[in-house]
């Protein structure tokens, strides 16, 4: 084949080719190429502005907490269906906590992670003990956790204006806190949301790289029997994973209600899919135990600036989902392993 | 394992009935009075404010009166589940139903068997095809986008204005009727839309391609949302970028605690009501009940708020 002898004849160049041969180079050949699609379609210059990366950086920066959260149950072997509906659950608890009960900041914060981790813990004891299969465990919690959101808002959104019992609106001041994670540093130029997702990541990552857990997870996804048998303990190894996930939501539906000021029960509906797409644009496989949060990193900034450079070209919406369509293809074909 | 199955089992059935102990909180009782009225209210989604609006506004209409009882169900913008909700309320015998239809076509049949099996039906908000039915209430939202269109024209007037649209989803048909009377009233005027964009009324969205016209052009003077949120989602990003300043937004819908807390909160400079008739449909119900005729159609008239005009209550259109 000529793709095998351009390989060989590409190999002699050395470290740079053996770079794009990597995982994390396959990944970045995709990240390049919608990086040259913004370049050619720069509407008018507006892609070279700095406010539209960092608006783009902000804008991916819930799916990436959702999709740091996701790359962890991933490399399991599972999957996470329901990050959307918990992140609701933590969006409109947070607003409530905070805009109506006016609970200080830090402990509404806390009690959002606290409630996150618990959904995510409920969904990975069920797959964990109970041995039900991640899809539909967490498909259950899907719906569960926006029924959980619709109950304790009665449906409408929790917003600064409150109605009393005469029918008038009264109009709260937004706290603190809102603010504080809808505002920018380093002279406007990082959002915080931003910086709290990258934080996520490097958590992670590093745990992942460097702690026993990363290991059993990647050893659980490669094959969970020999795992096993070679002493990693499967069920808390997984329950955790699906935990972690858990608190990923809750964050990122903390991120979400400051930045709209205010909880939407309907809030992360279909995120999960986005959360997936990044993962696996990144290289991690859908099979479990293999991947990595740096490769998610490369596929949460790939859809990021894809849906960026489709929004400032104000391309009509199915072009847009015409366009996702094509390049998650491309991107999960270039990394694909050679095969002979 | 085994007994970790049982026990998930046990606690999923506890779960199961503690949340029927909710469930009752569904239906209005009421007493003292002579006859009883029971009345269906068959909502199409209560995942839209706009439409826990309908309800909220069916419930306050109906509390004023002791002979109605009112049972609500939601078919979670589910049309099939909305046909069995239909056929609920007829086998249930109820004395008036209401309905706020998810699609015309598959929802056309079920209501003529209301009919048929001697129940009026007043729809709401969305049409059934035909003439099968005892009264329709709605408004119109070409005229409500047109409204916003003459608005922005007079406002501007002779100025001239670049303008954002924010659309809502432009396979409903509110969401092209909106575009299309807007359009229409800005035509041959030096008013411009330079951005258009899908939002599909979520806020969301909005705010994120309003960042990407932000940082496309620096001359914006007006962003027009098809819906309250998504002219709300305009302002923050405008806000996060320091413009919010010299942009105007204005919005459709303005239900109390969104589109006219906006406007009293100075983030929106208009909202054009878009009315649910709800405590009208309530209204009429009755008068149908007393055996009177009534209109077979009535179109709501809608409210602007603006600035000046949101503390005594807006004015009316046209």
């Known amino acids: 084949m000529t793709d095998s002898t351009q390989t060989s004849a590409l190999m002699k160049e050395g470290r740079f080719v053996r770079f794009l041969s990597s995982s994390a180079g396959r990944a970045t050949i995709a990240f390049v190429l919608v990086m040259l699609l913004g370049l050619i379609f720069n509407a008018d210059g507006a892609f070279f502005k700095l406010g539209m990366h960092r608006d783009a950086l902000r804008q991916a920066s819930v799916f990436g907490i959702l999709a740091v959260g996701m790359t962890v149950v991933i490399i399991t072997g599972g999957i996470d269906l329901s990050v959307g509906s918990i992140l609701a659950v933590s969006a409109v608890?947070?607003?409530?906590?905070?805009?109506?009960?006016?609970?200080?900041?830090?402990?509404?914060?806390?009690?959002?992670?606290?409630?996150?981790?618990?959904?995510?813990?409920?969904?990975?004891?069920?797959?964990?003990?109970?041995?039900?299969?991640?899809?539909?465990?967490?498909?259950?919690?899907?719906?569960?956790?926006?029924?959980?959101?619709?109950?304790?808002?009665?449906?409408?959104?929790i917003s600064t204006y409150l109605t009393n019992s005469d029918g008038e609106v009264i109009i709260k001041e937004l706290p603190r806190i809102f603010k504080v994670i809808d505002s920018r540093i380093m002279g406007g130029n990082i959002a915080i949301v931003s910086i709290i997702f990258l934080f996520c990541l490097l958590i992670t990552w590093l745990f992942l790289a460097k702690h026993k857990w990363g290991r059993e997870l990647f050893s659980i996804g490669g094959n969970e029997e020999s795992a096993r048998l070679s002493g990693v303990p499967v069920k808390w190894t997984k329950f955790l994973a699906y935990t972690v996930s858990g608190i990923m939501c809750a964050i990122a539906g903390i991120a979400q209600a400051a930045q709209e000021t205010q909880g939407d029960p309907e809030a992360g509906g279909g995120y999960e899919l986005t959360a997936i797409a990044m993962v696996v644009i990144g290289g991690t496989n859908m099979a479990g135990g293999r991947g990595g949060m740096g490769l998610t990193l490369i596929g949460?900034?790939?859809?990021?600036?894809?849906?960026?450079i489709l929004s400032i070209n104000a391309v009509p919406e199915s072009g847009r989902l015409l366009i996702t369509g094509v390049i998650i293809v491309l991107a999960v074909l270039t990394q694909r392993k050679n095969r002979n | 394992m085994r007994k970790s199955r049982i026990v998930t089992v046990f606690m999923l059935i506890s779960i199961m009935f503690t949340s029927l102990l909710f469930a009752n909180g569904q239906s209005e009782e009421s007493t003292t009075a002579d006859k009883l009225f029971t009345?269906?209210?068959?909502?199409?989604?209560?995942?839209?404010?706009?439409?826990v609006q309908m309800n909220a506004d069916v419930k306050s209409e109906a509390d004023k009166y002791d002979n109605i009882k009112v049972i609500y169900k939601d078919a979670q913008n589910d049309t099939l589940k909305q046909r069995s909700h239909v056929e609920e309320f007829v086998s249930a015998e109820v004395d008036l139903l209401i309905i706020s239809p998810k699609e015309a076509q598959p929802l056309t049949g079920p209501v003529s068997a209301a009919m048929a099996a001697?129940?009026?039906?007043?729809?709401?908000?969305r049409a059934v095809i035909g003439d099968d039915y005892t009264q329709f209430i709605g408004a119109d939202n070409v005229i409500i986008g047109k409204a916003a269109g003459e608005w922005v024209v007079e406002t501007f007037g002779g100025k001239g204005a670049k303008v954002v649209e924010l659309m809502g989803l432009q396979t409903s048909p509110p969401g092209q009727d909106r575009h299309n009377g807007f359009r229409e009233a800005i035509k041959g005027s030096d008013v411009e839309v330079i951005f258009e964009a899908d939002v599909k009324w979520l806020e969301p969205n909005a705010r994120k391609e309003m960042e990407s016209a932000l940082s496309r052009f620096d001359d914006i003077d007006l962003v027009y949302g098809h819906n309250d949120p998504a002219a709300h989602g305009a302002y923050l990003a405008a806000k996060a970028a320091g413009r919010e300043g010299d942009i105007q937004f204005i919005g459709i819908d303005a239900l109390p605690h969104e589109g006219v807390a906006y406007v009293k909160d100075g983030i929106l400079n208009a909202t054009f009501q878009y009315p649910t008739g709800g405590n009208i449909a309530i209204q009429q119900a009755l008068k149908i009940l007393a055996g009177e005729t009534v209109e077979k159609n009535i179109t709501l008239g809608s409210r602007l708020f603006t600035t000046d005009n949101v503390d005594t209550g807006g004015v009316e259109l046209k």
């Open chain 1, 93 to 157: 608890l947070f607003s409530i906590l905070t805009l109506h009960l006016d609970w200080p900041a830090w402990i509404s914060i806390l009690s959002c992670i606290i409630v996150g981790a618990g959904l995510g813990a409920i969904s990975g004891t069920l797959i964990a003990v109970t041995k039900l299969q991640p899809f539909i465990a967490t498909l259950a919690m899907m719906t569960f956790g926006r029924g959980v959101a619709k109950y304790i808002t009665g449906g409408q959104k």
């Open chain 1, 300 to 308: 949460i900034l790939t859809i990021g600036y894809l849906e960026k």
């Open chain 2, 39 to 51: 009345i269906g209210m068959s909502q199409c989604n209560l995942g839209e404010p706009w439409r």
């Open chain 2, 118 to 125: 001697g129940i009026p039906v007043i729809v709401l908000d």
